[in-house]
């Protein structure tokens, strides 16, 4: 049973940050409701004003440049960057992840600002969008600020927002030549979430050696986790099917999973070390074709 709230819905971001501000402690901001409606529903989640910023056009575009890369506004649904040319032609991982997000009608509806605000460890955007070294701009009546979407996360659920913030926009830099990236996640059910994802972006120099590497785990642990130890293994080396295996056991070693009723923390550690070698190869074909 949802808890008794003010509907709030303001005709501007400036007139949204005004609200968060006058009510900062009891509400919570909804883009899509793709998530937050569930919990509020299931009696997790209680609040007294709901401040609804959908249909707030000013957050919903899609831009991009050569040099400053992508910018989403956080109102941008799901559906517009899967099917948006511009990320389909400089960002085609992004385009992809989104494909396998939950159904057709979630896509729709749900907003990227929303999903990456929700926080669930489950979530597929977030993994894809840190490989790419991605920020987000939160905004509040005292002004904005940038900060990396890897450190946004703090726990299951919660984030480095402060009282009276919210995502305004998420950058994404653009990608060095010769960088790969990919990503998969492993689902028991069609448009289920994720059992366990891994998300890769690697770059390669002009000898065939790889200068950087991202590793991100999806469902691996309370947050989106980095594994920088397969990572390690994987900078300063020509990448070869070896190095590809122990990048993935590596992987395995650094999440942190949890045993529920969808897959036990072994299977997950399992399914991570097999989806790491596989994006990893697949992200590094990518990226050594230029």
């Not at 929700?118 to 070294?133: C, E, K």
């Not at 480095?160 to 010769?178: C, S, T, Y």
């Not at 122990?246 to 097999?274: C, M, N, Q, T, Y």
Request: with cysteine; proline share 4%.
């Amino acid at each position: 049973m949802i808890h008794d709230f003010t509907y709030l819905k303001p005709g501007s971001v400036k007139e949204a940050l005004a609200m968060l501000a006058d009510h900062a402690e009891e509400c919570k901001v909804i883009c899509g409701g793709q998530s937050l409606l569930i919990v509020m529903r299931q009696g997790l989640v209680a609040v007294d004003y709901l401040i609804d910023l959908k249909g707030l056009n000013e957050l919903s575009y899609i831009k991009y440049d050569a040099k400053e890369g992508l910018k989403l506004g956080a109102t941008t649904t799901h559906r517009m960057i899967e099917k948006s040319d511009i990320i389909k032609k400089n960002y085609p991982v992004l385009a992809i992840m989104e494909e396998k997000l939950a159904s057709v009608q979630v896509r729709n509806w749900g907003t990227i600002g929303g999903n990456l605000a929700h926080a669930d460890a489950a979530g597929d955007p977030a993994p894809v969008l840190i490989s790419l070294g991605a920020t987000v701009k939160l905004g509040s009546k005292k002004g904005d600020r940038v900060m990396a979407l890897e450190d946004f996360y703090t726990d299951l659920f919660e984030t480095a927002m402060e009282q009276g913030e919210m995502i305004l926009e998420v950058q994404v830099p653009p990608p060095p030549p010769k960088t790969g990236s990919a990503y998969q996640k492993f689902n028991l059910i069609e448009d289920d979430q994720g059992i366990v994802a891994v998300a890769v972006t690697v770059t390669a120099d002009k000898s065939g050696v790889c200068s950087d590497a991202k590793i991100i785990l999806g469902n691996a642990g309370v947050t989106p986790i980095r594994a920088k130890t397969a990572e390690k293994i994987l900078i300063g080396n020509k990448l070869t099917d070896k190095l590809m295996v122990e990048a993935g056991e590596a992987a395995a070693g650094d999440a942190d999973p949890v045993s529920d009723i969808h897959a036990s923390a072994d299977f997950r550690r399992h399914l991570i070390k097999v989806l790491t070698k596989r994006m990893v190869k697949q992200a590094w074909d990518q990226a050594i074709k230029g």
